[in-house]
């Protein structure tokens, strides 16, 4: 991210001069008060926010640049895991994470397959006929990582992945999530869950007022 | 066609989803496309009836008493000469006369007369390549200088009367289809618009994990072709029960007119046309529709929050 601006209002600069660079299979928090800017960073990265000054690249292509038909296969390389996970409330575990295969028109055997290793991954396979309303919100969560997976995307981006999980499950999640970046995932995690970033040593982003006033591996 | 098997799930999804909105859809557009086809059965019929008459466009070449035989006779050579003429008939005064009592009961009343006063004629035929009312005047105005030629009767007048109206009623088609066209789109795309929106959730959740406008357009435009069609199979079903209950009555009243057509079901190129039309106005309402929501850069489903 190079200069990046981003105002919701005329008066309300959400990011401001932000400058930052993520190397490929990084784990990296990024941290701060409400309203300090980390889902503003998160949401440009996936496009579902433009920024109104700056550059930002993703695998050396500038996606502030990209027309707006552009952005959805942008957004098929990034998995984002929704502080309220957004699943689909009339379809099952397995078809809600089969959604992304469908979209790119994978084979029914290739769905399977895929969708199938990752419930495993996520350890949620015994529930994939189940609608989410019939989840707790720890099995839930866990579906949207295994919907944000399922594409293989090189950057799995998690908002508040913890925010209504209890400590024991949050530190479940975030095991998971360190395996998937053991995997070779970048792994950006925005979060004010100071237990989470405490306990694990990884490159911690704070932002405060929209501008980063620290970044690096806590000792 | 992987992705196609998705679509049809989604959209058959779409319409079990909205189940009960959707049939009293159907039924109101099924009651549209009804009106429509009401016209062209009352369209369809008028034109077979003119088709028919128009087949057997004929007039009468009624002779001078005391016209002889030699006249008769030359005048036949020339009727069966002309290659405008289908066929003629002879009849004589008194085959008239025999006509006239089979016609009417009241037998006497030539009778109370003392002599016959019906001329022999020639009844005529016309190919229908000559069935035109120049070509007509022409053949006419041929036969009517022939010696011992009374008068040449032609009773098409009334005919090409139908056909203006029937050019009429053409026009009228034309007015009353664009307006029930523009009725069933418009009807269509309210629809597809309400099912839009009873799955706008899913439909943003659908754009986060990377799905293109077309993608998520496909199962809804599927969805209003069906309607479109299916409206079409209820208008047609309405309008056959409807035709099955009229019929006789219409036929007893036709016939009482002097018509001896009977009176004909759509054909099934037109019932065809009117499921493939049904369709094509469902895809239209739909693609109209869902153009609209996707153009939206920031619906007001969407919450966004700094």
């Not at chain 2, 036929?251 to 046309?273: C, D, T």
Request: proline letters at 2%; hydrophobic letters at 45%; aromatic letters at 10%.
């Amino acid at each position: 991210m190079f200069h990046v601006y981003k105002y919701y209002r005329k008066d309300f600069l959400a990011l401001d001069d932000v400058n930052l660079k993520i190397e490929k299979g990084e784990f990296v928090f990024v941290t701060g008060s409400s309203g300090a800017g980390k889902s503003t960073l998160l949401k440009l990265i996936f496009c579902e926010e433009r920024a109104d000054q700056g550059q930002i690249l993703i695998g050396g292509k500038n996606v502030s640049r990209l027309k707006e038909r552009q952005i959805p296969f942008v957004r098929r390389n990034i998995g984002f895991v929704f502080q309220d996970f957004k699943l689909v409330k009339r379809k099952t575990v397995f078809d809600n994470v089969a959604l992304p295969l469908e979209i790119v028109g994978a084979s029914r055997t290739e769905i399977k397959k895929r969708v199938h290793e990752v419930l495993k991954m996520v350890r949620i396979e015994h529930r994939q006929s189940q609608r989410p309303a019939y989840l707790s919100g720890g099995e839930q969560q866990r579906v949207a990582i295994a919907r944000a997976l399922v594409n293989r995307p090189a950057i799995l981006l998690a908002d508040e992945p913890t925010g209504n999980l209890d400590e024991d499950l949050a530190m479940d999640i975030v095991g998971l999530l360190r395996n998937i970046q053991t995997a070779g995932t970048t792994v950006v995690v925005a979060t004010h869950d100071r237990h989470l970033f405490e306990k694990i040593s990884r490159r911690r982003l704070i932002l405060e007022q929209g501008k980063i006033i620290s970044d690096g591996i806590p000792e | 066609m992987r992705q196609f098997y998705y679509h049809l799930k989604t959209a058959l999804e779409n319409i079990q989803l909205n189940q009960t909105m959707g049939f009293f859809s159907l039924i109101s557009l099924g009651l549209t496309l009804m009106l429509f086809g009401v016209f062209l059965l009352f369209y369809g019929n008028v034109q077979g009836f003119v088709q028919s008459m128009r087949e057997s466009v004929q007039f009468s070449i009624y002779l001078k008493d005391g016209t002889d035989q030699n006249a008769i006779h030359k005048l036949k050579e020339r009727l069966n000469d002309d290659e405008r003429i289908l066929s003629s008939t002879y009849i004589s005064k008194k085959e008239a006369l025999k006509i006239f009592n089979a016609s009417f009961h009241d037998k006497g009343l030539i009778e109370r007369l003392g002599e016959n006063p019906l001329p022999a004629s020639f009844e005529v035929i016309v190919k229908a390549d000559y069935q035109e009312a120049k070509s007509l005047e022409e053949i006419i105005a041929t036969f009517a200088a022939f010696s011992g030629v009374e008068e040449v009767q032609y009773g098409s007048e009334w005919l090409e009367n139908l056909k203006t109206f029937l050019n009429l009623l053409r026009l009228v088609g034309v007015g009353i289809g664009g307006f029930l066209a523009v009725t069933v789109t418009t009807n269509i795309a309210n629809t597809i618009r309400l099912h839009f929106y009873n799955r706008r959730e899913e439909i943003e959740i659908m754009k986060l994990i990377g799905a293109t406008h077309g993608f998520i357009k496909i199962p809804f435009f599927i969805e209003g072709l069906f309607m479109g069609a299916m409206s079409s199979v209820i208008a047609i079903l309405l309008l056959f029960f409807l035709f099955d209950v009229a019929k006789d009555y219409l036929e007893v009243f036709l016939a009482s007119m002097g018509s001896l057509e009977g009176l004909q079901f759509l054909p099934i190129k037109f019932l065809l046309g009117m499921i493939l039309a049904g369709s094509a106005l469902g895809g239209i309402g739909s693609y109209i529709s869902l153009n609209h929501l996707l153009r939206l850069r920031n619906p007001d489903y969407v919450t966004k929050t700094p």
